[in-house]
């Protein structure tokens, strides 16, 4: 574990892999295979809310001038918008990410529960940079139905959603 944000490899580092535990909120792995290097963010509510697949694609751009046209983007599996707050969220500061994106699903008593689509706020973000769609590959699995997958969201239900998934990327040698 090592407090990071944004891990960056190249193809002079073969055989070294970057990458991150999950389990519901999805790791973005970003490549620029015309100048060998790659880009990985974990990207969970709080991060999405800050714009970090934007940061992901802005540390190529600066770092190796990398260029939307460049770019080939993967989505890990996440939770789906089955994902259920029982309030509004907290981490949701920035209304225009979450437009859409955060949603009443049901009313018990005097709460609210609330659906997030975190790949909603993902894909906003990417449109914003103009990625094109044909360069971007999403996993659809959703953690929190899929068996093969642990869940901090299933766990709560199922002790057997416990856990972390491992998601990166490595240059072969």
């Given amino acids: 574990d090592i407090p990071e944000d944004i891990l960056i490899l190249t193809k ?3 055989g070294v892999v970057i990458g991150h535990p999950v389990a519901d909120c999805p790791v973005i792995i970003m490549s620029d295979k ?16 800050k ?6 694609f802005k540390a190529l751009e600066k770092e190796f001038g990398s260029t ?3 770019v080939k983007v993967y989505i890990s599996s996440c939770i789906s918008e ?13 209304k225009r990410v979450w437009e859409g994106n955060i949603f009443p699903v049901r009313q018990e008593e005097d709460k609210t529960y609330y ?4 790949r909603g706020a993902i894909s906003r973000q990417l449109d914003e940079l103009g990625i094109a769609r044909e360069k971007t590959y999403w996993n659809m699995d959703d953690t929190l139905t899929d068996d093969r997958y642990y ?17 990166g990327a490595y240059y072969s040698t």
């Fill in 12 to 14: 002079d580092t073969p």
């Fill in 34 to 49: 015309s100048r060998g290097v790659t880009a990985l963010g974990h990207c969970n509510a709080e991060m999405v809310d």
């Fill in 51 to 56: 714009k970090l697949p934007i940061s992901i």
């Fill in 68 to 70: 939307k046209d460049d």
């Fill in 82 to 94: 089955k994902w259920e707050y029982d309030c509004y969220p907290k981490f949701a500061n920035d």
């Fill in 115 to 118: 659906g997030i689509n975190i």
């Fill in 151 to 167: 869940s901090n969201s299933g766990a709560r239900n199922n002790i057997e959603k416990k856990g972390r998934n491992f998601v």
